[in-house]
């Protein structure tokens, strides 16, 4: 499957396509964001978890690293783990923390500054490239592995 490319004209834009990849889901994904400051990785990964279920307020895990949202996928409820790596002082860290164990076949792994623990990562099932394009967000969805592929095909947007 071909790489999608989209204009998001406004952060309705952002949140209708977290919405459309949330119902695309399945468990197992590993997902990496990547764009600088602002391209808006944690409006995306917000209105992701909005859409599948999550009430509560989901803030960006800038000192925490990681922070894990149970979400309901096809009426099952599935772990949610949103790293923001923006801080992690070297790969190293990653590895030290245990954050590699989250990447699994159940939870569903959405990683901004995936750069930063590039080493120790597993490779992504999908890569998502957002940057800021006059007053929106160009996005770019690469699917890498046959799963994000699958994911990928299923999005309706
Ligand atoms: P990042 O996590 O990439 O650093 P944030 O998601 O924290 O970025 O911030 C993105 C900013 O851009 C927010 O202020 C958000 O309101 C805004 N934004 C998100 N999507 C769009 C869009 N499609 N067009 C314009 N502004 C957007
Ligand atoms: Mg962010």
């Keep these: 499957m071909q790489d999608i490319t989209l204009h998001l004209h406004d952060e309705a834009g952002t949140m209708a396509l977290g ?3 949330s119902r695309a889901l399945a468990p197992g994904l590993t ?3 990547h764009g600088d400051l602002g391209a808006g990785k944690t409006a995306l990964t917000r209105a992701l978890l ?3 279920g999550y009430a509560g307020h989901v803030k960006s895990p800038t000192y925490t690293l990681v922070e894990p949202y149970t979400v309901n996928i096809n009426q ?3 772990e949610v783990m949103h790293f923001d790596l923006y ?3 070297c790969a190293e860290e990653f590895l030290e923390a245990g954050f590699r164990e989250h990447f699994n ?3 569903i792994c ?3 500054w995936p750069e930063k623990a590039e080493k120790v990562l597993p490779i992504p099932d999908i890569n998502v490239i957002l940057s800021v394009s006059g007053d929106g967000r160009d996005v770019k969805l690469c699917g890498v592995s046959e799963k ?3 994911c990928l095909a299923r999005l309706k947007f």
Excluded: C, D, S
């Design 19 to 21: 919405a459309a990849l």
């Design 105 to 107: 076949e159940t939870n």
């Design 50 to 52: 909005h859409a599948a």
């Design 110 to 112: 959405i990683v901004e």
């Design 31 to 33: 997902i990496y964001l």
């Design 148 to 150: 994000g592929h699958q």
């Design 87 to 89: 801080r992690m002082g």
């Design 76 to 78: 099952k409820p599935v």
